[in-house]
């Protein structure tokens, strides 16, 4: 079993649209919680942390953990064709960062 | 600040010939450093990790190596190229907590 499962996608919604990414973890030790935003050929920026249940807003972005089901979700709102890129949703715990698959988002204008 | 740097962007190299990656970081102590690989449309795998200096934990087993032989340096290393090493290689560095990436090497293996 991979530690960190993401659906690849692609995904592909019009603008304006909310987005909901995906993942599932089985190590319960993992800690902290990061959603990474990847353009085309550049590294992973990083869009938001955290390292509890419940939800961290920035913006027109939504963070959400649930330890107890070992998943964790990022909301995108009012989604623009900027957002368009490859999201990644990593977990650290015991100093190993690992990663998900990655899911390919497009905003159609 | 913190900021961290990764060359050469951009590598074509013949299979078998030797290869070295180089990261360095500034602005912080004793961090955490990462090697991933993503091969194309795919996530990052992790390669090696490391959290303080000699001290190197490989996650996959392959022709790759890593060495840290100062604080703030890590360089990925290989004798000999496979064209299965053809990839998008990331360095990145964290206070276990959030990560953050250098731009990336390009390597092509031909």
């Known amino acids: 079993q991979k530690e960190v499962e993401q659906d690849p996608g692609p995904l592909s919604v019009p603008e304006g649209a909310i987005v909901s990414l995906n993942c599932t973890y089985s190590?319960?030790?993992?800690?902290?919680f990061m959603w990474y935003r990847q353009y085309s050929r550049k590294g992973p920026e990083l869009l938001m942390y955290t390292y509890s249940s419940g939800n961290k807003e920035d913006g027109r972005f939504t963070a959400q953990v649930d330890k107890s089901s070992k998943y964790i979700s990022l909301f995108i709102r009012d989604s623009q064709p900027s957002d368009s890129a490859t999201y990644l949703c990593a977990i650290q715990g015991a100093q190993k960062l690992v990663f998900g698959q990655g899911t390919r988002l497009t905003i159609n204008p | 600040s913190q900021t961290i740097h990764q060359w050469p962007a951009t590598l074509v190299q013949p299979v078998g010939s030797p290869l070295s990656l180089e990261c360095t970081v500034e602005?912080?102590?004793?961090?955490?450093l990462y090697w991933y690989r993503q091969a194309a449309g795919r996530g990052l795998q992790l390669l090696f990790y490391s959290v303080g200096i000699g001290q190197i934990s490989s996650e996959v087993p392959q022709n790759l190596s890593a060495s840290r032989p100062q604080d703030r340096q890590f360089i990925l290393s290989s004798k000999k190229l496979l064209l299965s090493d053809s990839g998008f290689y990331l360095c990145?560095?964290?206070?276990?907590?959030?990560?953050?990436f250098g731009q990336g090497t390009r390597l092509t293996v031909v």
């Open positions: 990145a560095w964290s206070r276990n907590t959030e990560a953050f």
């Open positions: 190590n319960s030790a993992f800690q902290y």
């Open positions: 602005g912080t102590s004793n961090p955490n």
